[in-house]
């Protein structure tokens, strides 16, 4: 009897020790993992504190500078005057989280739960949107912006995030899930269309308009190809356009590259540290209802 | 005949119209005409000095077949999705499944691994470019190697993939995560008293139960795998001898657009462009039939 129990606790201790190595590997993988995603970051800032004699300096290797200096800072911030870049890519944001959010809410509405001829039809613009690679609007789209005059204006920024086909498809999904009751109980007190869906659906909606104001503003902030074509001058354009042309000016000189890619990833990284949980799922809310 | 029109159906179909208005003569406007008039201008030729418009049919295809840059273009972009693709979806399902339990540091990992995705691709080329340096790159110090990551003809195409192994896994962790959460914990439970161990659960529950939520990921991380652009044109300059190696089509469509101006051939390029995605996600679709389980 007793050899049983022991040979019980045997095979359990067994299970056990080896549910520790597990978690041990585990966790060597995922802080491994977590040092690879951190390493690119910290190299990016800890360069850009260097002089260029620091920064290729092979023997000794050194990793951390000499001294903190903000030199390369501000040879950047001089040239490249960032508080229009900042302006720049921020009044673009603005303006296309504002126009996808409320063109989608009013037509996922629309495309949700009311019914009215042509719906379907000009459903599939949507869909037919989603599954076209973008390139294929980009000279058409550049042609109109030259015709317009907008080249290096705001507005040709602006222009392709006017209406938002992805928005307007998820909004849709988020009002398909929400009940018929508050619905038909509004419409019983005497509400109107426009009544029902400003006061009783759109509030309801509101996660899903959060979640859409993130991926449009994240993935506006991203966008390198559109503000290339259409703003190139570096005092119209956006951060990761000047980013781009300004790899050109500096040539090799890394710690001033690095100090200027800093800069344009900083206000982005401080936003997503307070607000990690609303990115993440905001993000994976929305990439996930495709 | 003829049903009688109620107020409330005139109601809808004046609001309903009013509401999607915006959207659709935006999306009419930006994207449903622009489609033709791609397809259109992909039958011109731009003239000399970016002046004129010359009608030459479908030579601009004809070229397209022979043109070796277009050739290896959609080598180099087929390489790039070939290695991104699977590896960032691979790693990214093994990071979810372990982070899908109550542990400590869930969170921390979470946001780290994510936030590649929250920085401008153009900054993260940058610094991988200079991580990559030959001379006096990080990673060849760490590795006590003298490689030309980015300027070796054969390699270089990988090392931009490998940035965008990096920059994606994270996004791709996140939605297989939010697949995993769908997951019933008994389904475990059963599984782990027959005395299935980890990784026959993970084959056996894990894989087939989220597999919709795979075949989402894969079709959408093909897709824009094809469109590979910001990589090369920050990372590649002009005179690296590995350009012809690594430009993709979407880097060929913007060079031949934007900066030779012959947006004939540019639109040519990027019609092929649509035919391919087209092609790859109806396969895609066909072979899902043979794993993917919807419940």
Known sequence: MSDINEKKSDHYASM??????????????????????????????????????????????????SRWRM???????????????????????FLRVLCAVLTSTFAGYAFARLEFPGKNLMFSLVLLQMMVPVQIFVIPQYVMVSKLGWINTIWGLLFPGLVSAFGTFLLRQAYMSLPKDLEEAARLDGCNIPQTFIFVMAPLARSSMVALGIFTAVFAYKDLMWPIIVCPDTNSTTLASALAKMQGQFAVNYPQLMAAAFIACLPMIILYVIFQKQFIEGIATSGGKL | MGKKVTPRQKSECLWGWIFILPTVIGLIVLNFIPIFQTVWQSFFKTGDFGKGNIFVGLKNYDKVFHDGEM??????????????????VVIALVL?????????????????FFLPMIAAPAAIAMVWRWLYNSEFGLLNHI?????????????????????????????????????????????????????????????SITVPLISPTIFFVLVTRVIASLQVFDLMYMIMSTNNPALKYTQSLVYLFYKYSFTQGNKGYGATVVVVLLLIIMIITAIQMIAQKKWVHYS
């Not at chain 1, 993988?29 to 800890?46: G, Q, R």
């Not at chain 1, 040239?79 to 944001?93: D, E, G, Q, R």
């Not at chain 2, 050739?71 to 960032?88: D, G, H």
């Not at chain 2, 979810?96 to 780290?112: E, P, S, W």
């Open chain 2, 143 to 203: 590795l006590g190697t003298h490689i030309n990551w980015i300027s070796d003809t054969k390699l270089a195409i990988y090392s931009i993939a490998i940035i965008g192994i990096w920059s994606v896994i994270g996004y791709n962790m996140v939605l297989f995560l939010a697949g995993l959460q769908e997951v019933p914990r008994d389904y475990y439970e059963a599984a782990s008293i027959d005395g299935a161990n980890g990784i026959q659960q993970f084959f």
């Open chain 2, 96 to 112: 979810a499944v372990f982070l899908n339990r109550k542990m400590r540091g869930r969170d921390a990992f979470r946001t780290i």
């Open chain 1, 16 to 65: 056990k020790r080896k549910q520790t190595i597990v978690n041990v590997i585990i966790y060597a993988i995922l802080i491994f993992t977590a040092i690879t995603m951190l390493v690119p970051f910290a190299w990016m800032i800890l360069t850009s504190f260097k002089t260029v004699g620091e920064s290729t300096q092979v023997d000794p290797f050194i990793i951390f500078p």
């Open chain 2, 71 to 88: 050739w290896q273009s959609l080598i180099n972009t087929l390489k790039y999705a070939i290695v991104e693709v699977p590896f960032s």
């Open chain 1, 71 to 93: 030199d390369n800072f501000v040879t950047v911030i001089k040239t490249m005057s960032f508080p229009k870049l900042y302006w720049n890519t921020l009044l673009m944001i």
